[in-house]
């Protein structure tokens, strides 16, 4: 069969507008969200129903086509484009975007795999309840890809990952068997946890079509902080004391350098008056769904405590909404920032918290070795161990080329230094194909053997999302 | 070979100290927790490094002989018990059973497997750490074993399973490679997390050898109480709203009928004066760690709202150390109330939160059905949605004739009552070998196929704990 009759007989299956390969159309599906990447698809696919994605996936296995699912196209490390061959087709699941079921007794909301993180947030929100997974791309991306790629975000601290929340799973395996799996219970222990095998495998085991999340209370009381930090304090003792004296009602404990603020500041139509110490900036903030609490009075004697230590320059209590949202703009505004002044070099770090400060120390003199006038914007969740540290791109100096030359060299520098540490290349973006690399040099033999065996006994044809993540045990197919 | 010159080669790697095969000394290993099945095995080997445990399991490969990982051997699934054959040999991690670090900062403590429970609690306290795994074997039950069965217990509703305590993880696969991933990250998103493979497997994948847990800030402020339930009481109801008005600061809310409390009353020494109310009763527990909140003035806001919606008959706050040890203690000593009764067949349900009534009116029904005077001891983790719904053995019947009968007919319709609803026949206690035959009746068929595929994947030999959780694809080996 020629290519053009493989697009053809995915049509006879979906139907015309279930199948997209008109080239100009095509191209928002074949670049990555931040633009290092354009592959090329035969077509794209968009199928409504479970049963459609199993006969899809049935018939690319028969025919022996790679497959590429894709929600919200908003992956970091391109584990949603498909490469250059031309031979693989894209499935996008954005027709798949239904609310199934909010059940408020059970904490529980059922969705499509492609529904919008936002639309999803908002449905548990119309219940008085709470989807606590919170993400820049939260407007865009689609649960099917937040389980992909086990994504974070700004409330792991309290609420953990994706894979904290999911509860239940439908999946297509990559022979069209469907996985039918969407409980809502908090507890069964029936053996392997299959969906657990699905977080973080970014398409490459499977096609997830549907999800069962859990729930929290909706907050009610909520108290918002900007800390600035004083240059000696330490980030770990800091976060230690105000866990433990917020009794866990902590939510967001988000590092900003001055840099990352001042690109973010830049940024903004009307930016707040707050600003970093020397040390940088915390924005704090404690929730609760209950009335009885008082947060703010909470948070005004931790902040005190924080002060006496010297650790804390001055700390500020939002003291309206328009105040605590003009705060958390500013932390959201950053990527932003960083995109204005020319891009940047993006490195996801994670470090066991006991070692932040030095993997902070470490990075630095790395940073200066490679070029003495680079400059970085460092941020991220340092409540669960999570910064983000960029090295912004020279102005004047092509982004790409920039970027090539630095993950070449100054990245794997970086990553040595958090490895060293017992930290990771990727805490929260995942691996996709710019990081497969990096995860056969630093990941460990032994669980990399496995994830080999994981894939193999999934994919045995290796047809899914075939150069995302890890190799099969045979020879990767080229389609 | 013989089986004595295998006896012999497991012997030259270990030592003599490190192999049992002296009959009288084995019986504590072959009998399961429940003393439901006795099994055979030719020795019970003792490695005391990982290293010896890759050179066992490399071994046993070689020789083609089946191997069964044990911890605390207290499943209630009979997963750690060898099978009859007297073919299968124990490998006992009891050896291992070291605290290998406590990191204050990072929040995490890595351990050998073989820790029990509860010298790893008191390791964690004595950092002032807090690690929120807590259940009845605690003090003989080790950490592989927990990790095996992603064991649940007392505190899942604040702080999940083992699956959400676990971090790190160094385990050996069934060819002898050792998974050496003893990470202390929150987030470290690089590809499949092979760990959570193990995670329920019991044995069947490989042998855990170690592994770093989260831990929580430890609670200096508690807040007990003991509600005496109203006829009308609505489960769910009651716990959305203990948990949304306490701000998730619960961490206990377990669900006891009358005549659970009467068999517990009836095996303590000194009884407390708390009993039920006509609907049962609940322990409710609120706890922080910080200093800052009154928790007490907290429940008895809480309390007063219940008793309005007229859920609650009366309700205790305790007073003191002694009475809210004197709640736990009556809570605790079910299960021990159960066996001087002379024995319960368990059932280990769970249902989604909204069903939980539902359930209790289904199975009420389908237990008059089979025996209009059969006595039941129903209990358990209500705020997971987990009931341990007991069947009393009648006094002066045979417990283990009556736990088959029972097992072999009204089982089967609790728990189809149970699937019906969306629950599960086994929410923390695992599979096994006892009920394999249930995981194949209700488990998704796609579901049971990953699972075996995975099974196959990790161990295509089939030498690790055969007969247990899942066949694999091929027939299983007869060792």
């Known amino acids: 069969m020629s290519p053009s009759d493989h697009v053809q007989a995915f049509r006879d299956l979906l139907g015309a507008v279930g199948v997209v390969d008109d080239p100009q159309r095509l191209a928002t599906y074949t670049t990555d969200q931040r633009q290092l990447f354009t ?31 894709q929600g919200g196209n908003t992956s970091y490390c391109g584990g949603a484009t498909p490469d250059a061959s031309g031979r693989q087709v894209v499935v996008s699941l954005e027709r798949m975007d239904a609310i199934r079921e909010v ?17 999803v947030q908002e449905a548990a929100a119309s219940a008085a309840l709470l989807l606590p997974l919170s993400l820049g791309a939260e407007g865009s991306c ?16 309290r609420y953990g990952m994706t894979r904290d929340l999911l509860l239940g799973i439908e999946a297509v395996l990559p022979d069209g068997t469907i996985v039918s799996d969407m409980r809502k219970l908090r507890k069964n222990n029936t053996g392997y946890d299959v969906k657990q095998c699905f977080v973080g495998s970014e398409g490459t085991l499977g096609i997830v079509t549907g999800a069962v999340l859990r729930l929290a209370p909706l907050p009610v009381r909520r108290a918002t902080a900007w800390l600035k930090l004083a240059k000696v304090a ?25 840099r990352s603020i001042a690109l973010a500041t830049a940024a903004m139509a009307s930016p707040p008056s707050v600003g970093p110490g020397s040390g940088g900036a915390i924005l704090l903030e404690f929730a609760s769904s209950s009335r009885h609490l008082d947060l703010d009075s909470l948070m005004e004697t931790i902040l005190a405590e924080t002060v006496e230590y010297e650790w804390v320059e001055d700390a500020f ?10 705060m958390w703009e500013l932390r959201e505004t950053i990527p932003e920032g960083e995109k204005r002044w020319g891009g940047s070099v993006k490195h996801d770090i994670s470090a066991p918290l006991s070692c932040i400060q030095r993997f902070l120390d470490v990075a630095g003199v790395e940073v200066r070795k490679f070029h003495a006038d680079l400059e970085l914007s460092v941020y991220g969740h340092v409540g669960d161990g999570n910064l983000h540290y960029n090295i912004l791109v020279p102005q004047g100096t092509n982004r790409i080329a920039f970027t090539r030359l630095v993950e070449a060299s100054l990245s794997l520098r970086l990553y040595d230094a958090a490895a060293a540490l017992g930290g990771t290349f990727s805490a929260e973006h995942g691996v996709g194909r710019f990081k497969r690399h990096l995860l056969e040099k630093y990941g460990d033999p032994g669980r990399v053997a496995a994830m080999r065996r994981v894939k193999t006994a999934f994919d045995p044809a290796g047809i899914m999302n075939a150069g995302a993540v890890v190799r099969p045990l045979d020879p990767e197919p080229v389609y």
């Open 317 to 326: 209590l939002a003291q309206s909404g328009a105040q605590r949202a003009s």
């Open 39 to 69: 592959g090329s698809t035969l077509a794209v696919l968009k199928p409504v129903t479970t049963k459609q994605v199993s006969d899809v996936v049935t018939l690319a296995a028969r025919l022996g086509i790679g497959l590429v699912p």
């Open 142 to 157: 689609r649960i099917g890809g937040n389980i992909g790629t086990n994504a974070g975000g700004l409330s792991v601290v």
């Open 103 to 119: 059940d408020p007794l059970s904490m529980s909301i059922s969705v499509d795999a492609g529904a919008i993180l936002k639309k």
């Open 234 to 258: 330490p980030l770990a003792e800091l976060l230690a004391l105000v866990r433990r004296e917020s009794g866990e009602l902590l939510t967001t404990f988000e590092f900003m350098t001055a």
